[in-house]
Structures are given as structure tokens and as C-alpha cells.
């Protein structure tokens, strides 16, 4: 790191961690790479396209599972993730391991999942969709889930990145997803609507150190106590949209109390909420980026109380809706399977040169949905939206298929 860590910060995470776990932050977050990790889509299973020969990297990857998810697999290094096909596709995330650990949260204290029941869920600030696609992956069958983002740049890459997951073939994913542009207020009148609430909130971004040298620059004591007040804020709005025995999940990319575990404390005495549990991953100790996460259900457990049923989502016609999965245009029978080398040519936005019925297509590879083409006969027309166009023109081959099909149950 060309930057040097603020002594405001070394001072705090002193007083915090003592002076051993706090060294040894200091050295990883100075001296080591950030750990690279991928999140399969339980719902998408690839299948080799017949005949052809998917070439891996020169150097061999190592995948070795996340023990917090059983979907999440640390590589042993970092592939061409953009020239894979299946990655456009859906199959699966490029995600940071230590966020994954909302995986076993869910696991462990979901009612709802745990039971297979359908549930009403919000990711109240969901860019760039990593957290909303593991749970989207995870929600039972039937399940909505509500994936926000108020900034409008942001907006799109969720987006973009829900529509991959969820774009199926045939049929509708198993769990409706809409994407929303709003403002935390303007959730207001969802009042006891939601089983699950992920606030996922803004921060002071202590957990990026590794990745980004503007986070450390851009840090001070100062933005610390505003970004805790911002998140107070933030949850406080939301809290009367949880139904009384759901679950909220708080989580940020910090290692400072007055974010983390300082605010959660706060949510339970002011608004009423029951703490589960609570985990800091500190580089250098765990293996993944900064980040802190906490269980709290809203009220007392569920199996002490008498919980009544959740209100019915209202009508999304006055939200600004960017994509809902329920919605999304299917082909039929009228796909057509696409080689690596003309998925790649699909991906940056180019004509394919090949036989197909005309009118509208869905092109696929290995068994899954890339986007929509529109056929002339003896030529496919590109519609694949252009701001997801790939735009190197780099001719490295890779997938990871061969590596996820041998290494998920």
C-alpha cells in the first residue's frame, strides 16, 4: 500500500483489539493481497456444451470451500473472470468470502428459511447486488425480495447484476426479485411488511483499506461519527417495515465500534430489538476483508410470543422499479446454444453469424441464458444491452466450469 494508515485509525483499533490483534490488522492490511472468492447460483447448474474443449488458465486453481458458505469457494488466484461466459450467465458471484458469512446468519436464524416458507425480504442498500443474489440463491421457493439501491449509478450495476442471476431459461426464478430506486423513507408505508430486512448500510469503508487507498485517505475520526449517526438514522426508518419477530441484519465493511457494535446496541435499547449474534472478520486473522455483521430480530424470539402474520407488500406501481424477475421476457423453445468463442462474441455486443427461426431468440451457454438476439434468418441480431457489453477485446480463454461442476455437490 503506497498510503500510510491514519494514526487516528492505528490509535483506535489499539484501544479497540489491544496491541496483538491490532498488529497483525496493520500487517494485512499493509503487506497482503486481498483474498480472491466466487459464490455459485444454487439455481443454475451449467452444463458442458457438447464437443467443445473448455481450456482453464496455464496455472491450474486450487478452489477451496468458505466454511461459512456452502456456495462460496476461495481461488488460489485471480482468473479473467470477464471472458467467462458463465459469469454473465449467472452460474455464479465474484464476491468478497467474509460478506458471504450472511449465508450462515440466515441459516442460523431465519425462521422462515429454516421452515421452507415463503417470505417477504428487503435489501434496503444493495449495490452492487452481491448480498441480494446470496439471497436470492437462499429464500425459499415463492419468497420476494425487494433489492434497493438510492444512487442512481449504483442502481444500475444491482441491477444488472439480479437480472444475471435471476434470468432463467424457462419458467420464472423461484424467488421474485425487484429492483427499487428509492430512498430509505420512501419504504414508509410497507409498515409490518417484511420477514427479513438487510440494512447493509453506508460507512466509513475501514474494511476497503486493503483494496483502495482513496478509503484510507478519505477516512477521519469525523466520518466515523457521521456515518454512525447516518446508519442510527438509516435503521430507525426502516425498523417499523419489519413485522414484530422478524429478523434484521446489520452489517457493514468497518472494524470500529461506534459503526458496529456500538449501533446495534443502540438498536436494541431504543427500538426494541433482540441481539443473536454479532462477528467482526478482521483481515490477518480471518481469511477475508473487513466486515462486521449482527443478527437482531425485532422484539423477543419468536417461539416466546405469539407472532402475528406480516402485512401484503403494497402496490410498487408509485417506486421506481428497474427490473422485477417476474417480468422478465422469455423465448420458449426459440434458444439457440452458443459456442465459448460466440458467447464471447455475443458479450461485446457483435452480430452472430448464424441459422435460427426467425423472429426473437434467447441465446444460451452450456444450458443457461446469456440474452436476447433477434434472428433475420441467417444472421442473429445483437440486443444484449450495451452498457454490459464486454469491452476488451483480450482473447484469453477461461471458465470456471469444469471447476464448479467437480467441486459442488
Known amino acids: 500500500m503506497a498510503v500510510?494508515?491514519?494514526?487516528?485509525?492505528?490509535?483506535?483499533?489499539?484501544?479497540?483489539?489491544?496491541?496483538?490483534?491490532?498488529?497483525?490488522?496493520?500487517?494485512?492490511?499493509?503487506?497482503?493481497?486481498?483474498?480472491?472468492?466466487?459464490?455459485?447460483?444454487?439455481?443454475?447448474?451449467?452444463?458442458?456444451?457438447?464437443?467443445?474443449?473448455?481450456?482453464?488458465?496455464?496455472?491450474?486453481?486450487?478452489?477451496?470451500?468458505?466454511?461459512?458458505?456452502?456456495?462460496?469457494?476461495?481461488?488460489?488466484?485471480?482468473?479473467?473472470?470477464?471472458?467467462?461466459?458463465?459469469?454473465?450467465?449467472?452460474?455464479?458471484?465474484?464476491?468478497?468470502?467474509?460478506?458471504?458469512?450472511?449465508?450462515?446468519?440466515?441459516?442460523?436464524?431465519c425462521a422462515d428459511i429454516l421452515a421452507d416458507t415463503p417470505l417477504q425480504?428487503?435489501?434496503l442498500c444493495a449495490a452492487p447486488g452481491g448480498k441480494s443474489t446470496l439471497m436470492a440463491g437462499l429464500l425459499p421457493e415463492g419468497s420476494t425480495l425487494l433489492c434497493n439501491e438510492p444512487m442512481p449509478k449504483r442502481a444500475q450495476v444491482l441491477s444488472?447484476?439480479?437480472?444475471?442471476?435471476?434470468?432463467?431459461?424457462?419458467?420464472?426464478?423461484?424467488?421474485?426479485?425487484?429492483?427499487?430506486?428509492?430512498?430509505?423513507a420512501d419504504f414508509a408505508r410497507f409498515t409490518d411488511c417484511f420477514d427479513?430486512?438487510?440494512?447493509?448500510?453506508?460507512?466509513?469503508?475501514?474494511?476497503?483499506?486493503r483494496k483502495d487507498e482513496e478509503a484510507v485517505r478519505g477516512w477521519s475520526p469525523e466520518a466515523v461519527m457521521r456515518c454512525s449517526a447516518l446508519q442510527r438514522e438509516i435503521v430507525e426508518t426502516v425498523w417499523p417495515t419489519l413485522r414484530e419477530g422478524a429478523l434484521l441484519v446489520y452489517s457493514t465493511c468497518t472494524f470500529n465500534r461506534f459503526e458496529d457494535?456500538?449501533?446495534?446496541?443502540?438498536?436494541?435499547?431504543?427500538?426494541?430489538?433482540?441481539?443473536?449474534?454479532?462477528?467482526?472478520?478482521?483481515?490477518?486473522?480471518?481469511?477475508?476483508?473487513?466486515?462486521?455483521?449482527?443478527?437482531v430480530r425485532k422484539g423477543l424470539e419468536a417461539s416466546s410470543q405469539e407472532v402475528r402474520e406480516g402485512q401484503p407488500l403494497p402496490s410498487m406501481r408509485t417506486m421506481r422499479v428497474l427490473y422485477d424477475s417476474d417480468e422478465a421476457p422469455l423465448c420458449g423453445e426459440n434458444c439457440v446454444a452458443l459456442t465459448y468463442d460466440d458467447a464471447l462474441h455475443y458479450l461485446r455486443g457483435e452480430a452472430l453469424r448464424l441459422e435460427a427461426p426467425r423472429g426473437p431468440v434467447m441465446l444460451t451457454y452450456a444450458g443457461l441464458p446469456l440474452g436476447e438476439g433477434k434472428s433475420v434468418g441467417s444472421r442473429i441480431n445483437n440486443l444484449y444491452p450495451a452498457p454490459w457489453r464486454i469491452r476488451t477485446t483480450h482473447l484469453s480463454r477461461f471458465s470456471l466450469l469444469f471447476k464448479l461442476n467437480h467441486n459442488t455437490p
Open 4 to 109: 500510510s494508515l491514519p494514526p487516528d485509525f492505528i490509535r483506535m483499533m489499539q484501544e479497540q483489539y489491544g496491541s496483538d490483534a491490532a498488529c497483525a490488522l496493520f500487517h494485512a492490511l499493509l503487506e497482503t493481497e486481498p483474498e480472491v472468492s466466487v459464490r455459485i447460483n444454487p439455481r443454475k447448474r451449467p452444463q458442458t456444451p457438447d464437443g467443445e474443449d473448455l481450456t482453464l488458465p496455464t496455472e491450474e486453481l486450487t478452489l477451496t470451500p468458505v466454511p461459512w458458505c456452502r456456495e462460496g469457494f476461495y481461488l488460489s488466484g485471480r482468473p479473467p473472470f470477464t471472458m467467462d461466459p458463465l459469469l454473465h450467465a449467472g452460474a455464479y458471484y465474484v464476491q468478497e468470502a467474509s460478506s458471504m458469512y450472511l449465508s450462515e446468519i440466515l441459516r442460523r436464524h
Open 261 to 295: 457494535e456500538d449501533n446495534v446496541r443502540w438498536i436494541c435499547e431504543r427500538l426494541g430489538g433482540t441481539l443473536l449474534e454479532e462477528r467482526h472478520f478482521l483481515p490477518g486473522r480471518d481469511r477475508g476483508e473487513g466486515f462486521y455483521v449482527a443478527a
Open 196 to 209: 427479513l430486512i438487510l440494512t447493509d448500510v453506508p460507512c466509513s469503508g475501514e474494511g476497503m483499506f
Open 160 to 184: 444488472e447484476n439480479v437480472q444475471k442471476w435471476t434470468r432463467m431459461r424457462e419458467g420464472h426464478y423461484p424467488v421474485r426479485c425487484i429492483v427499487t430506486q428509492q430512498m430509505p
Open 121 to 123: 425480504a428487503l435489501d
